[in-house]
Every structure is written in structure tokens, then in C-alpha cells.
């Protein structure tokens, strides 16, 4: 794995850093408080190629490797991690259609990679969380048309478009007879529930419920009844791109604190020539830049074709807590002010932590490691 980057990911890595700088950081917090992201961002971030820059170039993508995608996420993570999920969730449904629905990718990828359109992944159920290879969502063959009937949890509820959601199709086991649909959310029977959620409320977290929504026949992505082994695997791609958008807000925030305590004075001296204050900055630098290694190693596993499921579960489960970790002793270290609402540090907490749960907890992560390491009969 050679770890110096190319030109052209410098280039890609340097426009992210310049619009996380000079735009998103600036309204952060104005996006928490008005629980959305503006589709001019969207639309701003699709025109400089920064939307699932992977994808093909024939689909609005840029036809770059997967690093550079993990690159970006770093970068506008470090401006807002929110806006950042628009990269995970853009990359994470654009190559699910892309490998398993080409006339569905067609249709939708370009919109995703232009920022004109969010399409939402609905695997969880709000009963079940992490036993998502159990869903009560239905999908019925009925005149042609798929009828389905359920409610998914999902990230952009209030903003998507249209979401790719799992649903049972036949039998009753485990991750068996599970089928994926792409459902346009403006079609009859679909209803949207917000949640009231600690963080991350510009992503407009919230349930979808569809009662008796129909789908064409051709909104099946996939083969019938197997969608849980075939679109599962894209989730190995995106749990490395979460790693590396909260490892951005984690590293502005360290960068931010370094610069606090040179400049702030305690009994005669900057904050920074005390170890108690040195020491934990320093610690959190060493981790944070170990965790990045891990998920650049994953995304470049990725490009190669080599293993990586175990890596990516690494990843989803450290990333988050290091980073959520960082940003804490950040606040601490600014002291009173740091527990401010003027800085980010709070928010930064707040979002940050809720990653630490979506998309799989460290308990489901920590399983897939163990069984690929000794298999499932021998793993819990």
C-alpha cells in the first residue's frame, strides 16, 4: 500500500478541505437548528464532483478509486460531519445499483451524484435494530407490481427521495428470502416520521412506514430473495468511509484545541507547556491517526480486490468511539468555554456518538471480526 497520495487525489482532497473550511464549518450549527441540509449544499458539493466521486463516469461519478471517496468524507467531516453522510449514504445505494439494478442506477445515480436527490437506505426496523436479517417489512408479487408493507428506520426520512429497503419475500429465516426494492417516497400509502433524535438532526433521521405502497416489478434490485447476501457486501465500503467522516471532525477539533492552549495562559504560562494538557492532545493525535491508517488500508483493500470485511467492521467500531473520545477531551480542554454552545464541540459530540449506533453498534462489528477470524461455528 504506498501511503503518499496522487496528484489527482490531492486535488480531489484539497477542494473538499476548501468547501468544509469556508462553507459547511460556518453553518454547522446553523444546520442543527434548522434540522435539515439545504439542497443548495447538495447541489453545490454534486457540481465539484464530491458526491460518490467513485462511481462511473457515464453515471455522474469521476470514476475514482475509493480512497479518494474515503479522502473526501475526511475532509467535509472535518467542516460537518453531517453533511459528510451524504458522501456514505450517496456511495453506499449508488453501488448498490450500480452492481445489482442497472436501469434503476440509470435513472438514479446521477441525480444522487449531482446533489439533486438523496435516496435513503432502509435495512433497519425500528422493533428489531441490529437483527435486521429478520424484517417484518413485506413485499407481495400482486398484479405485475411488488406491494409492500412496513416501517424502516432510516437516515435523510425527511429529505429522501425514494430509499432502497429490504423486505421479506419468502420463508421465515435469518437473512434468508429477504428481497431489495427501490421505493420512490412520493408514492401512495408512504407516510414520514421524524425522530427526536440527541444528534445528527440535520440528517433528518426518522420512519418510513409503507402501507400497501406498490413498486413496479422492476423496482426489484437484485435477485428475488437474495438480497441480503448480494447488497449486504456494500456495507463493507461504507462502514470505512464512516470511520474516516468522524476521524475528520475529531482531527478539526484536536487541531482547534492545539491552537486554544498555545494562545490561552494559566498561571503565567500557555496551557500547552503542561503535560496534563500536552499529554492528552498528543494521545488522541496517535490514535486518531492510527484509525485513519486502518481505513485508508480498508478503501485501498477495496480498489485491490483483496479481504476486507473484517477490516471494515475495524473501522465502524473504533473510528466513531476514538473519535468521540478526541472531541470530549477537546471540550475539557477548553474548559468552561469549551462547554459552550459558541463552539462545536457539544455538537460534535452529540453527532459524532450517533454513529457509534448506526449502521452497525461495536457489539455486531466486534462479532463479524471474531467470525472472521474462526468462522461461526466457533465465534459467539
Known amino acids: 500500500m504506498d501511503l503518499e497520495l496522487t496528484a489527482a487525489q490531492r486535488r480531489v482532497r484539497d477542494t473538499a478541505r476548501e468547501i468544509a473550511m469556508g462553507t459547511l464549518l460556518p453553518g454547522y450549527a446553523a444546520r442543527?437548528?434548522?434540522?435539515?441540509?439545504?439542497?443548495?449544499?447538495?447541489?453545490?458539493?454534486?457540481?465539484?464532483?464530491?458526491?460518490?466521486?467513485?462511481?462511473?463516469?457515464?453515471?455522474?461519478?469521476?470514476?475514482?478509486?475509493?480512497?479518494t471517496t474515503g479522502l473526501v468524507c475526511e475532509e467535509i467531516g472535518r467542516g460537518d460531519v453531517n453533511v459528510a453522510y451524504l458522501q456514505v449514504v450517496g456511495s453506499l445505494v449508488g453501488q448498490i445499483l450500480v452492481a445489482n439494478a442497472p436501469d434503476l442506477a440509470r435513472e438514479w445515480v446521477p441525480r444522487i451524484t449531482a446533489g439533486e436527490e438523496i435516496v435513503g437506505i432502509g435495512l433497519t426496523e425500528?422493533?428489531?435494530?441490529?437483527?435486521?436479517?429478520?424484517?417484518?417489512?413485506?413485499?407481495?408479487?400482486?398484479?405485475?407490481?411488488?406491494?409492500?408493507?412496513?416501517?424502516?428506520?432510516?437516515?435523510?426520512?425527511?429529505?429522501?427521495?425514494?430509499?432502497?429497503?429490504?423486505?421479506?419475500?419468502?420463508?421465515?429465516?435469518?437473512?434468508?428470502?429477504?428481497?431489495?426494492?427501490?421505493?420512490?417516497?412520493?408514492?401512495?400509502?408512504?407516510?414520514?416520521?421524524?425522530?427526536?433524535?440527541?444528534?445528527?438532526?440535520?440528517?433528518?433521521?426518522?420512519?418510513?412506514?409503507?402501507?400497501?405502497?406498490?413498486?413496479?416489478?422492476?423496482?426489484?434490485?437484485?435477485?428475488?430473495?437474495?438480497?441480503?447476501?448480494?447488497?449486504?457486501?456494500?456495507?463493507?465500503?461504507?462502514?470505512?468511509?464512516?470511520?474516516?467522516?468522524?476521524?475528520?471532525?475529531?482531527?478539526?477539533?484536536?487541531?482547534?484545541?492545539?491552537?486554544?492552549?498555545?494562545k490561552r495562559e494559566a498561571f503565567d504560562r500557555p496551557l500547552s507547556t503542561r503535560q496534563g494538557v500536552a499529554f492528552p492532545l498528543a494521545e488522541h493525535e496517535t490514535y486518531l491517526a492510527a484509525a485513519r491508517l486502518l481505513c485508508l488500508e480498508t478503501l485501498w483493500r477495496k480498489d485491490t480486490g483483496r479481504p476486507h470485511t473484517a477490516q471494515a467492521a475495524m473501522c465502524k467500531w473504533w473510528a466513531p468511539k476514538a473519535a468521540h473520545e478526541a472531541i470530549t477531551a477537546c471540550l475539557l480542554l477548553h474548559g468552561q468555554y469549551g462547554y459552550r454552545r459558541e463552539l462545536p464541540f457539544d455538537q460534535r459530540m452529540r453527532d459524532v456518538l450517533g454513529l457509534q449506533i448506526g449502521d452497525g453498534t461495536a457489539q455486531i462489528m466486534k462479532l463479524v471480526i471474531a467470525r472472521q477470524r474462526v468462522g461461526r461455528a466457533l465465534a459467539p
Open 32 to 67: 442543527e437548528r434548522a434540522g435539515r441540509i439545504d439542497p443548495a449544499v447538495r447541489r453545490e458539493l454534486g457540481g465539484l464532483g464530491l458526491i460518490a466521486p467513485e462511481l462511473p463516469v457515464e453515471l455522474g461519478g469521476r470514476g475514482t478509486d475509493r480512497v
Open 126 to 262: 425500528p422493533h428489531g435494530g441490529s437483527d435486521a436479517g429478520m424484517p417484518r417489512m413485506t413485499a407481495v408479487r400482486d398484479a405485475g407490481s411488488w406491494r409492500l408493507e412496513g416501517v424502516k428506520s432510516l437516515s435523510f426520512a425527511t429529505d429522501a427521495a425514494a430509499v432502497v429497503v429490504f423486505a421479506r419475500t419468502g420463508g421465515d429465516i435469518r437473512g434468508k428470502g429477504i428481497s431489495a426494492f427501490l421505493v420512490p417516497l412520493d408514492a401512495d400509502g408512504v407516510t414520514r416520521e421524524p425522530y427526536p433524535d440527541v444528534g445528527t438532526t440535520a440528517i433528518g433521521r426518522g420512519a418510513v412506514h409503507l402501507d400497501g405502497v406498490r413498486v413496479p416489478a422492476e423496482n426489484l434490485i437484485g435477485a428475488e430473495g437474495a438480497a441480503f447476501g448480494q447488497v449486504m457486501q456494500g456495507f463493507d465500503f461504507s462502514r470505512a468511509l464512516i470511520g474516516l467522516q468522524c476521524l475528520g471532525a475529531a482531527e478539526q477539533s484536536v487541531d482547534e484545541t492545539w491552537s486554544y492552549v498555545t
